[in-house]
């Protein structure tokens, strides 16, 4: 196998621990807990364990949306989605290290939920539930899981080191 596409498909090792993750405590929560009941409490109800069936995307935005439009616009279009990052990773030599570790990231986390979409008719498990303090006049933060989690970490990190990417370049006069 040639080097550059060893070093590709090594980071797709943190899809595949974003997945299993996702998926084991996702099963661990549907067994434990009943729907919309809060399982544990840390930190004086800073973080709460509770199990949420989100049958929309980021928010419970569509949930109420038709089981048909929700199948094709939560589950078939991300697919695609995903598809295409997958091919653009490969396919560009650009991308430094850091920035295929986070892509890789970002689709385990989206196939992580793309798995509940498809196979959990109640929808995505969410379990993770932590208290806002009142920012943006929110008391907890949207429960959310660990796929969640995972996208909207890779997503930051990577945006930041997009930026740093142009901020060096520009700072070096582009690409002469």
Known sequence: MEKTLKEKLIPFSLALVVILADQITKA???????VY?????????????????????????????SQSFRSVMFSFAPLVVIGLVVW???RNKEFNSLQRWCICGIVGGGI???IDRIFRPQGV?????VKFFG???????PTFNV????IVV??????????AAVKSDASQGGNE
């Open 28 to 34: 661990l929560i549907v067994k434990n807990i009943p």
């Open 37 to 65: 009941a809060i399982g544990w409490t840390f930190g004086d109800d800073l973080l709460r364990i509770v199990h949420v069936a989100n049958k929309g995307v980021a928010f419970s935005l569509g949930a109420g949306m």
């Open 88 to 90: 653009i990773y490969f």
């Open 112 to 114: 992580g939920n793309i």
């Open 125 to 129: 498990v969410d379990f993770i539930d």
């Open 135 to 141: 920012i943006f006049g929110l008391d907890r933060w």
């Open 147 to 150: 796929a969640d989690a995972s």
């Open 154 to 163: 890779c997503g930051i990190i990577l945006i930041i080191s997009f930026i």
